[in-house]
């Protein structure tokens, strides 16, 4: 996903290599078939020795993003891969930008750390968080030099909303535009923090042409993220825009779902589905209720990258909805205008 967005902001004279597993990458001239999961990136001797030999910097950024595919599928990419990764990058003398994510610093925001019943989710936040935060230690006990990027979530380009594949975030939006979550359980003030994969990818881009070895960088919304009552009435426009007529979700608190809804009103009422379904929303959702805000790094001199605004975000998420309804065919959206990039201060 992240890689994608790289190679558009990274410039011509960089000779750039993509490592691929099972989706081919259109936009990188060189690409080569490999296997994080296998020894020496699953390549051949040779091929692995020549590589190392033309490397001088190694972006990480493949990893398990699906919560439910499990604790051992999860390690077995974002923690021993990284193993990988960074043998590598001391094999070839390399820089190692390794992408984590900025939801490492939140231990306490799932459902089972809260001590909350989990039902029937299938999806687990923490086997993905612990993974991560796994990643980043084989990283920092390495010694190669090395730089850990944190981005928040990440959505869509700003200017056209497209992605190469839809996340977590992507599944709770496409819900609301369909109208299939009844209520929200977070409080209204919560903060939701995302940033749009173009910005992501210029502070990466920013990063390496400064030469950075060694740090740690957020790439996040900081204090102007969008609170979870903005991001409803943002979808709820849209749905009016595309000519959906989808009832927006109630706000309710986590403690009211757990005394009363999810007892009362959905045990033994709905499909074992539907409830999994519900019950993997309340799992996402869990990250954002109360949360404190992030450090960011937006704004520093060396990422040229200014702090995110809040009109900048949400003309971003708007994007992102458009796409997500262009994609999945929801209303009479239009095509995407060619905006400018997030990259002078101003709304896009």
Not at 49 to 58: E, G, K, M, N
Not at 210 to 235: F, I, K, N, P, Y
Request: charged share 20%; hydrophobic share 45%.
């Amino acid at each position: 996903m992240l890689g994608t967005a790289l190679l558009a902001e990274l410039p011509s004279s960089c000779d750039v290599v993509a490592l691929i597993h099972r989706c081919r990458c259109p936009a990188a001239a060189q690409q080569i078939h490999g296997d994080l999961t296998a020894p020496h990136l699953g390549l051949d001797r040779a091929t692995y020795t020549d590589l190392a030999r033309r490397v001088d910097v190694v972006v990480h950024c493949a990893a398990v993003t699906d919560f439910t595919k499990g604790p051992e599928a999860t390690h077995a990419l974002n923690e021993a891969g990284t193993r990988a990764v960074v043998e590598f990058a001391a094999d070839a003398g390399a820089v190692l930008h390794h992408i984590s994510t900025a939801f490492v610093a939140r231990h306490e925001l799932t459902r089972s750390r809260l001590g909350r019943e989990t039902g029937e989710a299938g999806a687990r936040p923490e086997d993905y968080l612990d993974s991560k935060r796994a990643g980043e230690q084989v990283v920092r006990d390495s010694g190669v030099p090395s730089v850990i990027v944190r981005p928040s979530i990440v959505i869509g380009d700003s200017r056209t909303g497209e992605i190469s594949a839809f996340q977590g975030l992507h599944g709770i939006l496409l819900m609301l535009l369909r109208g299939l979550m009844p209520l929200v359980p977070l409080p209204a003030e919560s903060l939701i923090d995302f940033v749009p994969q173009d910005v992501v990818a210029r502070t990466i881009a920013a990063l390496i042409a400064d030469d950075r070895r060694e740090g740690e960088t957020w790439v996040t919304s900081g204090r102007e993220a969008l609170r979870a009552q903005q991001v409803l009435d943002l979808v709820s426009g849209v749905c009016t825009e595309l000519g959906l007529s989808t009832l927006m979700p109630r706000i309710v608190g986590a403690d009211m779902v757990d005394r009363l809804i999810r007892p009362v009103f959905l045990a033994g009422g709905l499909p074992k589905r539907a409830l999994r379904r519900f019950d993997d929303m309340l799992a996402m959702t869990a990250l954002f209720s109360d949360a404190p805000v992030f450090p960011t790094s937006l704004g520093q001199r060396h990422l040229a990258q200014p702090p995110l605004t809040g009109p900048q975000l949400e003309a971003a998420l708007r994007q992102t909805l458009l796409h997500l309804a262009r994609a999945k065919k929801l209303g009479n959206v239009p095509e995407p205008a060619v905006a400018r990039p997030m990259a002078a201060g101003v709304p896009a």
